[in-house]
């Protein structure tokens, strides 16, 4: 099993910019795959970054193509989606989860999720 703990969200103007880091602790596998998610209110939750876990590969949904990057780092465990040209749109929490299975794109196939980290971004 793993764990994995979600930080630095907050409040920020449009225009700025928040770097997210999650905490992975317990096994992990060189097929996973590292997603970051988003849930806005009333919205459902929908894929944002996916970077995989040894190699690399990395992955964006259009809307954030550009402006979010995801990256890890394998000795200190940690993923990271550093956002830029924050929207208001962009608002949501933002939760961390790991596939195993290489799907990348669905939520039903990500098996651990973090408790998500909030982020607002003024108008």
């Known amino acids: 099993q793993v764990q994995l703990e979600e930080s630095g969200g907050g409040l920020v103007q449009a225009g700025g910019s928040l770097r997210l880091s999650c905490a992975v602790s317990?096994?992990?596998?060189?097929?996973?795959?590292m997603g970051w998610f988003r849930q806005a209110p009333g919205k459902e939750r929908e894929f944002v970054a996916g970077?995989?876990?040894?190699?690399?590969?990395?992955y964006y949904a259009g809307s954030v193509r550009g402006r979010f990057t995801v990256s890890r780092d394998t000795a200190k465990k940690t993923v990271y989606l550093q956002m830029n040209s924050l929207k208001p749109e962009d608002t949501a929490v933002y939760y961390c989860?790991?596939?195993?299975?290489?799907?990348?794109?669905?939520?039903?196939?990500?098996?651990?999720w973090g408790q998500g980290t909030q982020v607002t971004v003024s108008s």
């Open positions: 970077v995989k876990w040894v190699q690399g590969f990395t």
């Open positions: 989860a790991i596939d195993p299975s290489n799907r990348i794109w669905r939520s039903e196939y990500y098996t651990d």
């Open positions: 317990g096994r992990t596998d060189s097929n996973d795959i």
